[in-house]
């Protein structure tokens, strides 16, 4: 059974940095994506940034140049560091663990943790 565990989130005012870290476990899967999506309420979950085991990395438009993610294949760990965040950054934000197979991904996700930016 998969399992993730984040820790980070919180908040900040806008301009500051948060930190997101998200943890793997119960999983062998060697081909997969780590990262992160977030959903605002009344809103569809959105990609935020994911980097496969090889290290090719995905950023949301709206990121790119403040985000960075990063992961540990060995830690089977991924980090997203959030800069120069905005208030509309705002949203629950979600590990995500995607076994890439043959037959289709499967997604896995964490419990989620809070971002909140002031203006």
């Known amino acids: 059974q998969v399992q993730l565990v984040e820790s980070g989130g919180g908040l900040v005012q806008a301009g500051g940095s948060l930190r997101l870290s998200c943890a793997a476990s119960?999983?062998?899967?060697?081909?997969?994506?780590m990262g992160w999506y977030r959903q605002d309420p009344g809103k569809q979950r959105e990609l935020v940034a994911a980097m496969t085991t090889g290290g090719s990395t995905n950023y949301a438009d709206s990121v790119k140049g403040r985000f960075t993610i990063s992961r540990d294949n060995a830690k089977k760990t991924v980090s997203l560091q959030m800069n120069s965040l905005k208030p509309e950054d705002t949203a629950v934000y979600y590990c995500?663990?995607?076994?890439?197979?043959?037959?289709?991904?499967?997604?896995?996700w964490g419990q989620g943790t809070q971002v909140t930016v002031s203006s």
């Open positions: 119960g999983t062998d899967f060697s081909i997969n994506s």
């Open positions: 995500n663990y995607k076994w890439i197979r043959a037959r289709g991904p499967v997604d896995y």
